[in-house]
């Protein structure tokens, strides 16, 4: 079974500067698909960005783009230039390619980031 | 867009009052998920369903059981509330397109039983 690890349950950030939050996840698979959510205060839980793990280049969004290093296990989610929207908690989300199109999301336990003005 | 409602954003209820949660999406998709969110926890997924009908455990399936009669609507049940279900329930649906589709949720509910 897939394990999350988000090791930063908080982080803060000045607008406009850059931050880096990190996920390792444990699996034995070779292809799997991993996600980064996004769950602003009082809102919806909405997709900010996937990568699929046959694909060695990194997935990017806008100001959003992942470091995906597979061997390590590592897909950390960097986002450019924070804007005062971007305060939110933040769940990474492997998901297994086996067994077709009801594979579950397997979430971490978040990281909260605030976007200080 | 998609759209993923539950039928209350706040719900308070006794112990052992049977509580239903509902979940209706618009996009026609067959899988839909309910997940519950505790701090510190994330999201842990009670049940899913992946058709009209069908329905597999989740992670922390006890103390709740589900119901899909029709594709577009996915129910929760708690058959007798307590306390330690208090809780943000989530619900979230996807298609069967596979690979990197998107996982839509709801709004939430959270609920509160004295």
């Known amino acids: 079974a897939q394990t999350v690890t988000q090791s930063q349950p908080e982080m803060s950030v000045q607008e406009a500067e850059t931050v880096t939050l990190s996920c390792t996840y444990d699996t034995s698979e070779n292809n799997y698909y991993l996600f980064w959510y996004k769950q602003p205060p009082s809102r919806q839980m909405i997709l900010v960005i996937r990568q699929e793990a046959y694909k060695q280049q990194n997935a990017t969004e806008n100001r959003f783009s992942v470091n995906f290093q597979k061997a390590a296990k590592s897909f950390s989610l960097k986002i450019s230039d924070s804007q005062l929207g971007d305060t939110a908690m933040y769940f990474c989300?492997?998901?297994?390619?086996?067994?077709?199109?009801?594979?579950?999301?397997?979430f971490g336990t978040g990281t909260l980031l605030a976007v200080q003005p | 867009d998609v759209k993923v409602t539950q039928s209350s954003r706040y719900l308070v209820k006794r112990t052992g009052e049977k509580v239903f949660l509902e979940c209706v999406q618009d996009?026609?998709?067959?899988?839909m998920f309910w997940y519950r969110q505790d701090p510190g926890l994330g999201l842990r997924l009670i049940y899913f369903s992946y058709d009209v009908k069908m329905k597999e455990k989740g992670d922390i399936p006890e103390g709740y059981s589900v119901s899909r009669e029709k594709k577009e609507r996915f129910s929760l049940i708690l058959e007798s509330a307590s306390t330690n279900q208090t809780s943000m329930y989530l619900c979230?649906?996807?298609?069967?397109?596979?690979?990197?589709?998107?996982?839509?949720f709801g709004p939430g509910t959270r609920l509160t039983v004295l």
């Open positions: 996009m026609d998709h067959e899988n």
């Open positions: 979230a649906s996807r298609g069967t397109a596979g690979g990197t589709d998107t996982q839509y």
């Open positions: 989300a492997p998901r297994s390619s086996l067994g077709g199109a009801t594979n579950k999301l397997i």
